[in-house]
């Protein structure tokens, strides 16, 4: 997979310091700033209120950022009776949101999951937060064990799908390159705050995260894995959770509940996994899923098989959160390089 | 360990079990389950303070019950968990081989539910006085106050199911949460739903949930589910006198019904 970039449109710096004046003036400005915050082992993003509930320390944020885009639970439509009759209530999303915080990795996921959510059917709620949403990416100075950006094309220096992407590169200084108009709009409300600058290699600034595997390899060879016996016996700690899709930036599936009475109700879409059982039951009992191990190697495949077909790229983006919100040790690498190694 | 790494090889060897269920560390250094079927991958078994997982939650997998005879390294809150599940008839004779490490390091391999019966009396879990004061600041609160705590909690769950997929004593193969045509429980992850949902398993887990606080540790978004799970049990064990996990005959509060019940609504 080649190197995915974007076009940088300008470069400034920002004072590391500053940031608090930054993040008071996006408050103030009304818009709705998610930030990452910290909750015993929980790392996730919330409404800014104080800079000292902001978290910095984090490799990866447990919960991935595209409940921005695409919330665990959402109003499509309602209905209520008045007076006889009935009157139907479209959402509106007309707060501007800006996420603040999230990794390079991160803004490829969300890109992919609003591609797919519009590309061949434009998904009304999506593209209205997708529109109102400005993504401020803090590329990574730490990787771990579980990270694997580099094995499937990207890298803690990609700017693919951010609008804004800071980089710490010392003496107190964020390089920022601006890459989108919805980026230069948000640094032009806040110009005091933002210096000239020139462009600089980043590479000596970010993590140098070292490849886990040959993508090329896998993409080339998925179709040969299908019937491997290693699914099974890799599968058998899997416990059919929704954990590893729930944290996973480009899990895309839902389900729809209806809650209503006859005087009001709510149609509301709800996240949904692959992982669990249910998920491919027909009405008639039948369910071609019928094992965890048919359902593993779904998750898998999606990732690196399905999603080159369909949409023409990966749709794992190597974040690694999958793997450490495992409540049983599932790791998506070691499946990977089990499949290779035969 | 080698004295249980020899023994698991052994069962194995001599086919008196055809999985041997333990632990072993992950690619990244994490302690995960391991599935053994052959004496020669037991040289990757681990046996420390990093094996949390409480593995009896794998006999109820489907891909496990195809295996004729399992064999399972218990500790003391999966040997809680067994038993409760033996109780509950959920395990067939002569299937499982359990096998335990005692506190002198010593390997033993359970004849039958008895013998667990027995070594659980004589291995009392000490009570975590952490718990129980996170617990009783959170009682000293008002009513007012718990509430808000709960609602902020519990608002946050995704409902991933994640703490029901890991216990052991979940093992409904329909849930009430997942029933929706018509819902029996307000299935979404907003406020009403999260709490349906958490209160439900809560009443369905009282004197069943033998504590071992896996939940709690699964939770992506770290709800506090050990000071439900902590709370209901000690109340089961004032007001019932019970504790899940300690015996192989069935008597649970909330599903025996007794003639000589005291309370006059339920005769
Ligand atoms: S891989 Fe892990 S997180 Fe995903 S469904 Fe299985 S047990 Fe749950
Ligand atoms: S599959 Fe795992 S590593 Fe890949 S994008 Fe999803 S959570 Fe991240
Ligand atoms: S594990 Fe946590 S987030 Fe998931 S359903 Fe249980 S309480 Fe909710
Ligand atoms: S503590 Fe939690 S995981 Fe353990 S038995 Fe009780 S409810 Fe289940």
Same mark, same amino acid.
């Given at each position: 997979?080649?190197?995915?970039?974007?076009?940088?449109?300008?470069?400034?710096?920002?004072?590391?310091?500053?940031?608090?004046?930054?993040?008071?003036?996006?408050?103030?400005?009304?818009?709705?700033?998610?930030?990452?915050?910290?909750? #015993?082992?929980?790392?996730?993003?919330?409404?800014?209120?104080?800079?000292?509930?902001?978290?910095?320390?984090?490799?990866?944020?447990?919960?991935?950022?595209?409940?921005?885009?695409?919330?665990?639970?959402?109003?499509?439509?309602?209905?209520?009776?008045?007076?006889?009759?009935?009157?139907?209530?479209?959402?509106?999303?007309?707060?501007?949101?800006?996420?603040?915080?999230?990794?390079?990795?991160?803004?490829?996921?969300?890109?992919?999951?609003?591609?797919?959510?519009?590309?061949?059917?434009?998904?009304?709620?999506?593209?209205?937060?997708?529109?109102?949403?400005?993504?401020?990416?803090?590329?990574?100075?730490?990787?771990?064990?579980?990270?694997?950006? *580099?094995?499937?094309?990207?890298?803690?220096?990609?700017?693919?799908?951010?609008?804004?992407?800071?980089?710490?590169? #010392?003496?107190?200084?964020?390089?920022? %390159?601006?890459?989108?108009?919805?980026?230069?709009?948000?640094?032009?409300?806040?110009?005091?705050?933002?210096?000239?600058?020139?462009?600089?290699?980043?590479?000596?600034?970010?993590?140098?995260?070292?490849?886990?595997?040959?993508?090329?390899?896998?993409?080339?060879?998925?179709?040969?894995?299908?019937?491997? %016996?290693?699914? *099974?016996?890799?599968?058998?700690?899997?416990? #059919?959770?929704?954990?590893?899709?729930?944290?996973?930036?480009?899990?895309?599936?839902?389900?729809?509940?209806?809650?209503?009475?006859?005087?009001?109700?709510?149609?509301?879409?709800?996240?949904?996994?692959?992982?669990?059982?249910?998920?491919?039951?027909?009405?008639?009992?039948?369910?071609?899923?019928?094992?965890?191990?048919?359902?593993?190697?779904?998750?898998?495949?999606?990732?690196?098989?399905?999603?080159?077909?369909?949409?023409?790229?990966?749709?794992?983006? #190597?974040?690694?959160?999958?793997?450490?919100?495992?409540?049983?040790?599932?790791?998506?690498?070691?499946?990977?390089?089990?499949?290779?190694?035969? | 360990?080698?004295?249980?790494?020899?023994?698991?090889?052994?069962?194995?060897?001599?086919?008196?079990?055809?999985?041997?269920?333990?632990?072993?560390?992950?690619?990244?250094?994490?302690?995960?389950?391991?599935?053994?079927?052959?004496?020669?991958?037991?040289?990757?078994?681990?046996?420390?303070?990093? &094996?949390?997982?409480?593995?009896?939650?794998?006999?109820?997998?489907?891909?496990?019950?195809?295996?004729?005879?399992?064999?399972?390294? &218990?500790?003391?809150? &999966?040997?809680?968990?067994?038993?409760?599940?033996?109780?509950?008839?959920?395990?067939?004779?002569?299937?499982?081989?359990?096998?335990?490490?005692?506190?002198?390091?010593?390997?033993?391999?359970?004849?039958?539910?008895?013998?667990?019966?027995?070594?659980? &009396?004589?291995?009392?879990?000490?009570?975590?006085?952490?718990?129980?004061?996170?617990?009783?600041?959170?009682?000293?609160?008002?009513?007012?106050?718990?509430?808000?705590?709960?609602?902020?909690?519990?608002?946050?769950?995704?409902?991933?199911?994640?703490?029901?997929?890991?216990?052991?004593?979940?093992?409904?193969?329909?849930?009430?949460?997942?029933?929706?045509?018509?819902?029996?429980?307000?299935?979404?992850?907003?406020?009403?739903?999260? !709490?349906?949902?958490?209160?439900?398993?809560?009443?369905?887990?009282?004197?069943?949930?033998?504590?071992?606080?896996?939940?709690?540790?699964?939770?992506?978004?770290?709800?506090?589910?050990?000071?439900?799970?902590?709370?209901?049990?000690?109340?089961?064990?004032?007001? !019932?006198?019970?504790?899940?996990?300690?015996?192989?005959?069935?008597?649970?509060?909330?599903?025996?019904?007794?003639?000589?019940?005291?309370?006059? !609504?339920?005769?």
């Amino acid at each position: 997979m080649k190197i995915l970039s974007g076009k940088i449109m300008n470069y400034k710096t920002l004072k590391i310091d500053n940031l608090d004046l930054f993040f008071n003036e996006i408050k103030k400005s009304g818009k709705n700033l998610l930030v990452p915050k910290k909750k #015993g082992k929980t790392t996730y993003f919330s409404s800014f209120i104080n800079i000292n509930d902001v978290e910095f320390n984090y490799i990866q944020t447990t919960i991935s950022p595209k409940s921005a885009l695409f919330p665990k639970v959402e109003e499509l439509i309602s209905f209520k009776k008045d007076d006889g009759t009935y009157v139907v209530t479209e959402p509106s999303i007309e707060k501007e949101t800006i996420v603040f915080g999230l990794r390079p990795c991160d803004a490829v996921g969300l890109e992919y999951l609003s591609n797919f959510f519009l590309n061949e059917k434009s998904d009304f709620t999506v593209r209205l937060r997708k529109e109102n949403t400005t993504l401020i990416t803090l590329a990574c100075k730490n990787f771990d064990e579980n990270c694997f950006c *580099t094995s499937v094309g990207l890298s803690p220096a990609s700017i693919k799908g951010s609008d804004i992407c800071l980089t710490d590169i #010392g003496n107190g200084l964020f390089y920022a %390159e601006i890459i989108t108009d919805k980026g230069e709009k948000l640094i032009a409300e806040h110009s005091a705050l933002f210096s000239n600058a020139e462009k600089i290699n980043k590479e000596s600034y970010v993590a140098q995260v070292p490849l886990k595997f040959d993508s090329d390899n896998l993409i080339k060879n998925i179709k040969n894995y299908y019937n491997s %016996e290693k699914w *099974t016996i890799n599968s058998l700690p899997c416990l #059919g959770c929704g954990a590893c899709a729930f944290v996973c930036p480009t899990c895309t599936c839902f389900n729809i509940e209806d809650e209503a009475n006859p005087v009001c109700g709510t149609r509301l879409r709800c996240w949904d996994s692959c992982a669990f059982g249910i998920f491919t039951l027909h009405a008639s009992g039948h369910n071609p899923r019928p094992i965890q191990s048919n359902r593993w190697r779904h998750r898998v495949l999606h990732k690196f098989g399905y999603s080159v077909t369909n949409m023409d790229t990966l749709s794992c983006v #190597g974040c690694g959160r999958c793997i450490r919100v495992c409540p049983a040790g599932m790791n998506i690498i070691e499946q990977i390089l089990d499949l290779q190694e035969a | 360990m080698q004295e249980l790494n020899n023994k698991i090889a052994e069962l194995l060897t001599n086919n008196l079990v055809s999985i041997f269920i333990s632990y072993k560390k992950g690619l990244n250094g994490k302690i995960k389950p391991a599935f053994f079927t052959k004496p020669n991958e037991v040289y990757e078994n681990y046996f420390g303070d990093e &094996a949390q997982q409480n593995l009896a939650v794998y006999v109820h997998k489907p891909e496990v019950k195809k295996y004729s005879k399992v064999g399972i390294l &218990a500790n003391i809150f &999966a040997l809680k968990a067994l038993l409760q599940l033996y109780a509950e008839n959920q395990i067939k004779d002569n299937y499982l081989t359990i096998v335990t490490v005692n506190q002198d390091n010593k390997v033993i391999v359970f004849a039958d539910f008895n013998e667990i019966e027995s070594y659980i &009396a004589q291995h009392q879990i000490e009570k975590n006085t952490n718990k129980q004061k996170e617990i009783n600041e959170l009682l000293s609160l008002s009513r007012e106050k718990r509430w808000e705590f709960w609602v902020e909690q519990l608002s946050s769950c995704i409902k991933c199911y994640a703490c029901r997929a890991i216990c052991p004593m979940c093992y409904c193969s329909k849930c009430t949460v997942e029933l929706n045509q018509p819902q029996w429980i307000s299935v979404p992850a907003h406020s009403l739903g999260n !709490f349906e949902w958490h209160i439900m398993r809560m009443m369905h887990l009282a004197c069943r949930c033998i504590n071992c606080q896996e939940c709690s540790r699964v939770c992506p978004m770290n709800i506090p589910l050990h000071l439900l799970t902590t709370k209901i049990n000690s109340d089961m064990e004032e007001e !019932f006198g019970q504790i899940a996990g300690m015996k192989t005959t069935l008597d649970f509060a909330l599903n025996t019904f007794k003639v000589d019940d005291y309370e006059n !609504f339920i005769r």
